[in-house]
């Protein structure tokens, strides 16, 4: 295994990255321009400091300038579909959004860094969303719809988009709840909340088969997968359905959010709650998904 990919130094990072975004920048909401532009001048500056140019996709919402932050990672074939690696930086007002999500911020920051100096055949982007979550969640608002509709209109082909929607919640004493009725009994998936999902579509099922695969190898934790429609909710409850929408494959890779983390959308939504080296697990075995997914032809 790769020396960098240390659990320990990937966790004390990420916390480090959620412990700012959550004391320093709660409530980062379009809802509070001011807050929410505070935020996204953090997360710029930390993908500089790993030696990004930073590109900023910005559009008016209510009256304010918003913006995605784009970093990216040239890839040797120009002619490949390029891989998507997203996370939404925003929260609900009143909530400091820790694992909803700076947990999925602190995993793109993580996964920019590891993936920088590794050889690559295809072109890797990692953004950062804005408005993902309520009031503008599902509208034309949205950060990744925005950036969806834009690589659609510049023809970008694109293997796979991984949206990284709340990573960090995790532990064996953690009761885990399902969408469906009999999901758990038909599927045979954990009762207990220790595990990493992995939410496709119909469209997406060999390539998140792919990368269940890939990620039991290489991490211990849990790695759980389900390719359904993607028109059943709460499958679409990320920025990965804004893709979906374009004719798109993506993945969400989540700790399930409402369904296992009881801070969803709440004050307590604190760093204290998180997993760290759940969360360090999850971008390791990432890291050797991306890697995998680069050999494809």
């Known amino acids: 295994m790769d020396s960098r990919l240390d659990i320990p130094q990937i966790a004390s ?3 480090r990255i959620i412990e700012i975004l959550a004391r320093e920048h709660p409530s980062r909401s379009g809802l509070f321009p001011e807050r929410l532009h505070a935020a996204a001048e953090f997360i710029e500056r930390e993908f500089q400091a790993l030696g990004y140019a930073v590109e900023s996709q910005r ?37 400091p959004g820790a694992d909803d999500n700076a947990s999925g911020v602190a995993g793109l920051l993580e ?3 590891l993936l920088k100096d590794s050889s690559r ?23 990744s719809r925005q950036y969806a509709k834009a690589l659609k209109r510049q023809k970008q082909k694109i293997l796979v988009m991984f949206s990284l929607e709340m990573i960090g919640y995790a532990g ?8 469906f009725v009999l999901l758990r009994q038909l599927m045979g998936y954990p009762k207990n909340g220790s595990f990493i999902g992995l939410v496709g579509n119909i469209r997406t ?6 990368v269940c695969t890939t990620m039991r190898e290489s991490c211990s934790v849990g790695v759980e997968s389900l390719s359904a429609p993607g028109f059943l909710p709460p499958l679409f409850l990320s920025d990965h359905s804004s893709f979906w929408r374009r004719g798109y494959p993506a993945i969400m890779v989540t700790d399930t959010a409402f369904l296992r983390n009881p801070h969803y959308h709440l004050p307590s939504d604190t760093e204290g709650t998180i997993n760290y080296s759940f969360l360090a697990e999850v971008v390791r075995g990432l890291v050797c998904a991306v890697q995998s997914l680069d050999r494809l032809k």
């Open 59 to 95: 559009y008016i919402s209510e009256g304010s300038t918003v913006r995605n932050l784009i970093a990216e990672l040239p890839g040797k074939d120009q002619s490949k579909p390029i891989i998507v690696l997203g996370a939404h930086y925003d929260t609900v007002p009143g909530t």
């Open 111 to 113: 996964l920019a860094r």
């Open 121 to 143: 055949s295809r072109t890797i982007k990692f953004v950062a969303f804005t408005h993902e979550e309520p009031p503008y969640f599902y509208t034309s608002q949205m950060g």
């Open 13 to 15: 990072r990420a916390s």
């Open 205 to 210: 099922m060999r390539l998140v088969k792919l």
């Open 172 to 179: 064996e004493h953690l009761n885990q709840m399902y969408p």
